[in-house]
Each structure stands twice: as structure tokens, then as C-alpha cells.
């Protein structure tokens, strides 16, 4: 059981460049989320699916896409990267309901230069 | 605004020593809060989730508490080890799906 797996660790982009954050979970989890975090911030929610077909904004969703065609995936377009969009990235799931437990993936370290 | 506020913001403790770390919350209507472990480049990890009617929860040497009443929790780490240098993020459900992330408190447990 890996939980939630996100690709790649590390990216370095150019300003302009995009390209696409994978996350994977293998728990049959219907909510998956997308967060960033800052150095002296909270995470912060990006984009938010609490079912195959279904997604929408979070707190800060500008410059990243997201779609979620299948329960198991759920990956963050970033369209044309800027310099503001260097952040830690994580992606989490967890089952339908308010008291469930959200599992975090490992992070995607990413920098634009 | 719904917001969740930690304090202090970073603690240095000495291996063995027991430590408080606290949480206020202004998240209206209340769910449920949880308290995290996030080690150094890592993702969060889940210690306990306590709802509305649970004042206290245990996980091993972490003990949480909760008033709902004055929207305070505070995570009670007892005999800290080394092992426990890292990040406690406390983070609050209100109504939906959307979890209310606090900034942290970085504890460093020295020898």
C-alpha cells in the first residue's frame, strides 16, 4: 500500500515553462488536494476534487490547472511558470466524510528560475 | 476570517523534557481539529483529529487537548526524544472540505 505518491521530488523550471506535478493514491480516496507551502505559511489550498470528474478553486488557484479523470490520480498543470510559484507542493487524500484522515505525499520541491 | 493561530512560533527543549504547544482558532462553524508532525522534507503527518464532544486524545507520548468553548487546543509532548525535532501544524475543519492550515511550531529537542 504506497498511499499517496507524488512526481517528480525535485524540478527546476524556467520562467514560462510549464509542465505537470503527478499525484497518485492507491486508497480508493474520493477528496484529493492540491497545497503549497511558503517559508512562515501554512499550507495553502490550490485545487480541490472530492470526486472523479469534479474539481475546484482553493485559496490561491491562479496559474495551476488540475483535472481528475480517474479516484486514483490527480495532477497540478502549472501553465507558464513564474518565479512566484517557487513552493514546496503537496498533494493529499482522504475519504468522503469530516472526520477522516488526510494523508500527505512526500512533496515536490520546485524552483523557478 | 476563519484562521488557526500557533504559538510559540519555535521551541528548543532539551531531550526528556515534557513541552505544551498551543493553538487558537477563529474557523466558524467548527468540525473537527487535528494536529500534524511534518519532519524536514517531508509530508504532514496525522497525530490525532478530535471532533466537537472529544476534550482530550492520546497517541503514544503526544496528548491533545480541546476547548471548543474558547476554540484552544494545545499538543502535550511528554519525554521528548530527539526524534520529535520537527514541525506541529494544527489544522481546523469547519464546514465543507477544506482543512485551515496553522503555520507551525518548529521544536528542536537537543541532547
Known amino acids: 500500500n504506497a498511499g499517496v505518491t507524488q512526481t517528480p521530488k525535485f524540478q527546476v523550471l524556467k520562467t514560462g515553462q510549464s509542465m505537470t506535478l503527478q499525484c497518485a493514491q492507491d486508497?480508493?480516496?474520493?477528496?484529493m488536494s492540491w497545497y503549497r507551502q511558503d517559508p512562515g505559511m501554512g499550507l495553502r489550498l490550490i485545487h480541490y476534487s472530492v470526486g472523479a470528474g469534479i474539481t475546484d478553486q482553493g485559496e490561491v488557484p491562479n496559474g495551476y490547472n488540475v483535472s481528475r479523470s480517474t479516484t486514483e490520480d490527480f495532477p497540478l498543470r502549472l501553465l507558464s511558470a513564474a518565479p512566484s510559484q517557487t513552493s514546496v507542493y503537496f498533494c493529499a487524500s482522504r475519504d468522503r466524510g469530516y472526520d477522516t484522515e488526510a494523508f500527505f505525499g512526500q512533496g515536490t520541491r520546485l524552483t523557478v528560475v | 476570517k476563519n484562521q488557526v493561530e500557533q504559538s510559540p512560533q519555535s521551541l528548543i527543549i532539551l531531550e526528556g523534557k515534557n513541552c505544551t504547544l498551543q493553538c487558537n482558532y477563529t474557523v466558524s462553524p467548527f468540525s473537527n481539529l487535528r494536529w500534524y508532525k511534518q519532519d524536514t522534507g517531508r509530508g504532514p503527518v496525522s497525530l490525532t483529529i478530535?471532533?466537537?464532544?472529544?476534550n482530550t486524545k492520546s497517541n503514544g507520548r503526544y496528548t491533545a487537548t480541546l476547548d471548543a468553548d474558547t476554540k484552544q487546543s494545545s499538543l502535550h509532548i511528554t519525554a521528548s526524544q530527539l526524534s520529535d525535532s520537527a514541525s506541529y501544524i494544527c489544522?481546523?475543519?469547519?464546514?465543507?472540505?477544506?482543512?485551515?492550515f496553522g503555520k507551525g511550531t518548529t521544536l528542536s529537542v537537543s541532547s
Open positions: 478530535m471532533t466537537f464532544s472529544e
Open positions: 489544522v481546523v475543519s469547519g464546514s465543507g472540505t477544506a482543512l485551515i
Open positions: 486508497m480508493n480516496h474520493e477528496y
